[in-house]
């Protein structure tokens, strides 16, 4: 049952950007970027082992992994800015992100 809840407030906040952004880009970006996720993540791995330990383990992941993240968003930014196609400009925010997180995987960076 927990994880409909986790599911529904995801959607929740899907929803709230959708209709925020017809008034408010900016705030609509500040509201997707807001940490959300990362606490609802963090919620199901402690519920599930109420290890401290392993929940610290899993936020110095979730921090490292935010790299690659800001890695695509600049890119995509980029991309769009230079008027490629939106589509492109995905795929390419994505291969950035795939390239940056690859690289820290074989630094031994994310493990």
Do not use: K, N
Not at 23 to 35: F, K
Not at 67 to 96: N, Q
């Amino acid at each position: 049952m927990d994880r409909w809840i986790h599911i529904g407030i995801a959607w929740l906040i899907i929803a709230a950007v959708a209709f925020i952004q017809e008034r408010s880009r900016v705030l609509a970006g500040i509201l997707a970027a807001m940490p959300l996720s990362i606490p609802l993540a963090m919620w199901i791995v402690y519920t599930e082992t109420r290890d401290l330990e392993q929940t610290a383990h899993f936020t110095r992941a979730t921090l490292l992994a935010l790299i690659p993240s800001l890695g695509f968003v600049l890119a995509a930014w980029l991309l769009l800015a230079r008027r490629v196609p939106f589509g492109w400009s995905l795929l390419g925010g994505y291969a950035i992100w795939l390239g940056i997180l690859l690289v820290l995987r074989w630094l031994g960076i994310l493990r």
